[in-house]
């Protein structure tokens, strides 16, 4: 009878073991990368969702120049493995600015920090919003995981003159 009890109980075990699934933890290295110039200083950081994933970039830009800069949206791609992989978006973007490669430059004006969440075109879900006051052009997007490997931002930063580029990645995997 003793016998019958443990073997149910340890078949109980393993079958709640095998339902609970495994849990993923991913990690980055380094956590952030920051570059700094005479213009801008730029931070981006690898965001999660509420599984855990990475999803997204938090990309911070502080103009440390007495001119006005701007950020090229459209010259600004998604990198993975250090090469450019597509177009970054985010939330209140029209699809439409997308597609035709005309998303608006961010001007960021002499001692101000923007703060922006983008991802990557090509794992972003785009849902029209239904919000009836709101513009049909504009989308809600759901951005999806970021897959292992070199993940990260070809940031472009125009001056009055000029175009500054800079490459801030980061390796993103499991352990």
Not at 122 to 151: D, H
Request: one cysteine or more; charged letters at 20%.
């Amino acid at each position: 009878m003793l016998t019958k009890i443990v073997l149910v109980i340890l078949s109980f075990s393993i079958v709640l073991m095998g339902c609970a699934g495994s849990t993923v933890i991913w990690s980055s290295d380094p956590t952030f990368q920051q570059v700094e110039n005479p213009y801008f200083r730029a931070v981006v950081e690898p965001k999660r969702d509420e599984n855990g994933l990475y999803v997204a970039f938090q990309v911070e830009v502080t103009n440390k120049s007495n001119e006005n800069l701007t950020i090229d949206w459209n010259e600004t791609q998604y990198l993975f493995q250090g090469k450019i992989a597509g177009q970054l978006v985010f939330t209140g973007i029209a699809l439409k600015e997308v597609r035709e490669y005309k998303v608006p430059s961010e001007e960021i004006t002499p001692g101000q920090t923007i703060v922006k969440e983008v991802g990557p075109l090509c794992f972003v879900v785009f849902t029209p919003s239904r919000n009836k006051s709101v513009n049909m052009e504009q989308s809600q997007i759901s951005f999806g995981p970021l897959p292992a490997g070199y993940n990260g931002i070809q940031l472009v930063i125009r001056t009055v003159d000029k175009a500054i580029v800079e490459h801030l990645q980061m390796k993103l995997s499991k352990l």
